[in-house]
């Protein structure tokens, strides 16, 4: 059975970083396009980032809201992907959850938390 963990939120103030990391647990880990999305009390739900699985890794897509800003990698030896979040803006605090499709290539963002197996996830909170 697939179990997502993700790890590395905290307080950071506006224009710092963090680095998430979901570690998955269970087999076929490289067959899996991980992706992130996160959601805030009183907000819709985000689908963020997402990168495709151990066939093509250089792919990754973003949504206009952290691209630029956000990069995401998988290390398919650690059965580990990070989020590096850098420029942290004031709207950008929320529970954040990494999601697993089976599949070659990325959903789209909006279908990350309804298609795939995700975590508890982690609070990231901006403020001075």
């Known amino acids: 059975q697939l179990q997502l963990a993700e790890s590395g939120g905290g307080l950071v103030q506006p224009g710092g970083s963090l680095r998430l990391s979901c570690v998955l647990s269970?087999?076929?880990?490289?067959?899996?396009?991980i992706g992130w999305f996160r959601q805030a009390p009183g907000k819709e739900r985000e689908g963020i980032s997402c990168?495709?699985?151990?066939?093509?890794?250089?792919?990754?897509t973003y949504a206009d809201s952290v691209k630029g800003r956000f990069t995401i990698t998988r290390d398919n030896a650690e059965k580990t992907v990070y989020l590096t979040m850098n420029n942290l803006i004031p709207e950008d605090p929320a529970v954040y959850h990494c999601?697993?499709?089976?599949?070659?290539?990325?959903?789209?963002?909006?279908?990350?938390?309804?298609?795939?197996?995700w975590g508890q996830g982690t609070q990231v909170t901006v403020a001075s």
């Open positions: 999601s697993a499709v089976w599949g070659s290539r990325c959903p789209s963002l909006q279908n990350l938390a309804t298609l795939g197996s």
């Open positions: 269970g087999s076929g880990f490289s067959y899996y396009t």
């Open positions: 990168i495709n699985n151990a066939a093509d890794i250089n792919s990754a």
